[in-house]
């Protein structure tokens, strides 16, 4: 199954590669996501952050969020398109600890984010998710 067979969320921060991570925890509080897409001015993606990654990378390490950037604490994984298979993205996302990627197209621009919800909904049918859910429980 490939991830244009499930919804795409529309509901997500963009911040700039160069906030600092004060005005990226800002804006996500302003608006409830803890999530942020990180791109460049011209719009690319770059990559994406959590509120986790802000304490874990920033404040428990006693760093100042004044001066980090989202760029210094993203998490990069590979591109995934509309015609990128969710089992693939399922492993992406378990290997980053991460709960959504963003899509984009071939020019790099964000159509929207896949969450680790997505995924496992559209793969709820097949035989992997099975047996990852039958680890679980």
């Known amino acids: 199954m490939k991830v244009e067979s499930v919804n795409i969320e529309d509901d997500y921060i963009v911040v700039d590669a160069k906030d600092s991570l004060v005005e990226v925890a800002k804006e996500m509080a302003k608006v409830g996501i803890p999530d942020a897409i990180v791109t460049k001015e011209d719009g690319s993606v770059l990559g994406a952050l959590d509120d986790y990654d802000i304490v874990s990378k920033c404040l428990a390490e006693e760093k100042d969020p004044k001066e980090m ?4 604490i993203m998490y990069v994984g590979p591109k995934v398109k509309l015609d990128t298979d969710l089992s693939e993205v399922n492993k992406t996302l378990q290997s980053l600890r991460a709960t959504i990627l963003p899509v984009v197209d071939d020019d790099n621009k964000l159509l929207g984010v896949i969450t680790i919800n997505d995924v496992w909904e559209g793969l709820a049918d ?7 859910f039958a680890k679980l429980f």
């Open 69 to 72: 950037t989202a760029e210094d």
């Open 126 to 132: 097949e035989e992997e998710t099975k047996g990852f």
